[in-house]
């Protein structure tokens, strides 16, 4: 049994990892590091590589998914790992190493505040820059969602993020698995809930090895799928589990 590490309770930090060998080990070193108490699960969304075998010898469990879900099945697995296995806390962290485990305290430190925390690369901390038709979308992404949350969230496509207690229990049973549904569709779910999403501001750092999927074609892309995303999300019917507990 793990130790418990916030008020909260037990923590699981989870990678969703694609064909990431050159990276993995890495990134489950420095989240063992900088959590030593944190259960960590990389889940392996269909690799074809041997990003299984390099998690598992640095000292990670591994969840291995026959075919390729995306991040939201991904994640999805991961939280229904969380609660068979009895963790109260989640955390998504990238396994190309661009979050730094070193603000993995920040994280938890504001789940007692709230039931979700995002890392933000816009909200005052480090350089990172988006541009072209990916920050239009994030853009247009954050407005709408800083209304339905009552408060400022500049970065609502961050895959740097905690869950608590309420928030797992949620995802555990309905986390999107459509293509952004990871980052718009739940959090437009947990927000629909009643539960309580905020931000604290974080570095991003450049990816480790291999090669970033963006592109001006795939970014223009995005901005249409981005929308997309968003409207089905808020014409979505809710789960009932959701409206009883907004009520």
Do not use: C
């Amino acid at each position: 049994m793990q130790g418990t590490l916030t008020r909260a309770g037990r923590v699981l930090i989870v990678l969703p990892a694609l064909n990431e060998s050159g990276n993995v080990a890495s990134v489950v070193a420095k989240v063992k590091a900088a959590i030593p108490a944190a259960g960590v699960l990389v889940v392996d969304d269909g690799s074809t590589d041997d990003t299984s075998a390099k998690a598992r010898q640095a000292g990670a469990d591994v969840a291995r998914l026959a075919v390729n879900l995306g991040v939201g099945g991904a994640m999805r697995t991961g939280f229904r790992y969380a609660v068979r296995h009895g963790y109260d806390v989640v955390v998504q962290v990238d396994a190309d190493g661009q979050h730094d485990p070193d603000e993995l305290a920040a994280l938890l430190h504001g789940l007692e505040s709230a039931d979700i925390v995002i890392g933000s690369r816009f909200a005052g901390k480090g350089s990172y820059k988006a541009s072209g038709p990916r920050r239009w979308a994030m853009v247009v992404l954050s407005f709408v969602l800083t209304r339905l949350a009552k408060t400022k969230l500049t970065d609502v496509t961050s895959g740097f993020k905690a869950a608590g207690p309420r928030a797992v229990a949620l995802f555990a049973d309905n986390y999107p698995a459509e293509y952004l549904g990871d980052t718009i569709e739940s959090l437009v779910l947990a927000l629909r809930a009643g539960l309580v999403v905020r931000e604290i501001p974080v570095v991003m750092l450049e990816r480790q090895s291999g090669t970033p999927s963006t592109s001006p074609i795939r970014s223009a892309v995005y901005l249409g799928r981005a929308g997309l995303a968003l409207l089905l999300a808020l014409v979505r019917r809710a789960p009932a589990a959701d409206r009883s507990d907004a009520a």
